[in-house]
T-cell receptor, first 115, second 110 residues
């Protein structure tokens, strides 16, 4: 069952380090989304990508955060110079086509802890 | 701006005790309403998509319904394994991302 694959599942970084989270979409899916879930808060949309294109990054913090989905390989969410407030669960999701009513499927998440 | 409010925040039921979870939403141009189940330490697991008022979908002990302002997730004769957080989300308003509610934490006691 080739679902959405994320790694690492758990990541610990010291303040100021970089975190890289990887996501391989479900087989046959070319649309990738990243969401963040902070403790006691709901899932928040961050960014929507297709191969080699960022379609919507309206939910991404303006600084330190970037995302890519290269022609080959997984999608990457990169957080530079991490701070304690970046500690959260980061979920990747994918869909066969754009969101507009199409179901998106989530991975198991990457839990980032900043110490 | 799209908004989703789920109630109650938490619900404790006895095994076999049926109930409903509510999802109220505000969105310009609903393209879909989604229900997910999330277990601790896991990602959201897709349950249902509803597209228009009056639509209903069922899966085992769960039934989702949709009106123009809210959706209900009815759970019939629940079992302890139905314990989870149930998330509601909407797609609409031209946005690419889903807008999620904070979820209802459901506990089914044996």
């Amino acid at each position: 069952n080739a679902g959405v694959m994320q790694n690492p599942r758990h990541l610990v970084r010291r303040r100021g380090q970089e975190a890289r989270l990887r996501c391989s979409p479900m087989k046959g899916h070319s649309h990738v989304y990243w969401y963040r879930q902070l403790p006691e808060e709901g899932l928040k949309f961050m960014v929507y990508l297709q191969k080699e294109n960022i379609i919507d990054e309206s939910g991404m913090p303006k600084e330190r955060f970037s995302a890519e989905f290269p022609k080959e390989g997984p999608s990457i969410l990169r957080i530079q110079q991490v701070v304690r407030g970046d500690s959260a669960a980061y979920f990747c999701a994918s869909s066969h086509s754009g969101v507009g009513g199409n179901t998106i499927y989530f991975g198991e998440g990457s839990w980032l802890t900043v110490v | 701006e799209d908004q989703v409010t789920q109630s109650p925040e938490a619900l404790r039921l006895q095994e076999g005790e049926s109930s409903s979870l509510n999802c109220s939403y505000t969105v310009s141009g609903l393209r879909g309403l989604f229900w997910y189940r999330q277990d601790p330490g896991k990602g959201p697991e897709f349950l249902f998509t509803l597209y228009s008022a009056g639509e209903e979908k069922e899966k085992e002990r769960l039934k989702a319904t949709l009106t123009k302002k809210e959706s209900f997730l009815h759970i019939t004769a629940p079992k302890p394994e139905d314990s989870a957080t149930y998330l509601c989300a909407v797609s609409g308003g031209g946005a690419d991302g889903l807008t999620f509610g904070k979820g209802t934490h459901l506990i089914i006691q044996p």
